[in-house]
């Protein structure tokens, strides 16, 4: 008789053990849960916020206005210059014209945004600019010149031709 009561407290500890195990699984994948949808709707940190916020350039205007994204919004975004959907993200340049880097960057409107051909330069410092424009740093060397991005093609240009006449 002793040894039924023992086994019984023993299988009830192991049936309490697994609802103990089963309700800290349930809890935590609500917490998971919850946590997702407010993170989902109330977007916070400063690089989430940096990221929705960012600086814009007006097409026809070329001037330069902070836009907050909102769930559904489309670039171009409405422009405060123009009152239509002109704005796009500006790419930021960080060189100087002799290569060095600058403090205050100078924001730039990408040519395929303006439906214009080709590479992009900037206006200040002549470098080119890229979509999603690196930022300088440790070992980074600056973008090529207008002058020496054509020096640049021209010379693939010309290995090409020998190339394809051997």
Wanted: with cysteine; aromatic share 10%; glycine share 10%.
């Amino acid at each position: 008789m002793a040894r039924k009561g023992a086994s019984r407290i023993a299988e009830n500890s192991n049936a309490n053990k697994k609802k103990f195990l089963a309700f800290i699984i349930a809890a935590c994948a609500v917490l998971w849960a919850l946590h997702s949808l407010h993170s989902f709707l109330w977007p916070g940190g400063e690089a989430r916020v940096a990221d929705m916020n960012r600086l814009y350039i007006c097409a026809e205007t070329g001037q330069t206005f902070h836009y907050s994204l909102k769930l559904g919004d489309t670039i171009p975004v409405m422009s405060p210059y123009t009152g239509r959907n002109t704005g796009y993200p500006a790419e930021l340049c960080y060189w100087t014209k002799d290569g060095g880097t600058s403090t205050d960057p100078t924001p730039v409107l990408l040519n395929g945004y303006k439906g214009l051909p080709g590479p992009t330069f900037c206006p200040v410092c002549g470098r080119l600019v890229v979509g999603h424009n690196p930022a300088p740093g440790p070992g980074v060397k600056p973008p090529p010149t207008e002058a020496e991005y054509r020096a640049r093609l021209a010379k693939r240009e010309e290995l090409l031709t020998d190339q394809r006449d051997r």
